[in-house]
């Protein structure tokens, strides 16, 4: 079955970078997108990011310039570089399948001095 398993979260300080992976199995990654979601407490699910299967990504205008979307397929991972981080980042970050519509479980990231 397909399973969509997110890492990397963690505590920083503001300016501070993370890198979050997404490992998927149970279907052919290299032929889909992939995207990066974000929920803050209180909030709606927001979009982030995301890439096609052929490498052309969008982004939100909030995180634009500071994130960074890439795929390897080889290894079936979805990545999100997140640099220059801003208390307003701190969210639970979900990779999703842009067109099977699998969710992961998603990766804690607090951005706090």
């Known amino acids: 079955q397909v399973q969509l398993v997110e890492s990397g979260g963690g505590l920083v300080q503001p300016g501070g970078s993370l890198r979050l992976s997404c490992a998927a199995s149970?279907?052919?990654?290299?032929?889909?997108?992939m995207s990066w979601y974000r929920q803050a407490p209180g909030k709606e699910r927001e979009f982030v990011a995301s890439?096609?299967?052929?490498?052309?990504?969008t982004y939100a205008d909030s995180v634009k310039g500071r994130f960074t979307i890439s795929r390897d397929n080889a290894k079936n991972t979805v990545y999100l570089q997140m640099n220059s981080l801003k208390p307003e980042d701190t969210a639970v970050y979900f990779c999703?399948?842009?067109?099977?519509?699998?969710w992961g479980q998603g990766t804690q990231v607090t951005v706090s001095s």
């Open positions: 999703r399948t842009v067109t099977l519509g699998y």
């Open positions: 149970g279907f052919t990654f290299s032929r889909y997108g």
């Open positions: 890439i096609t299967n052929g490498a052309y990504t």
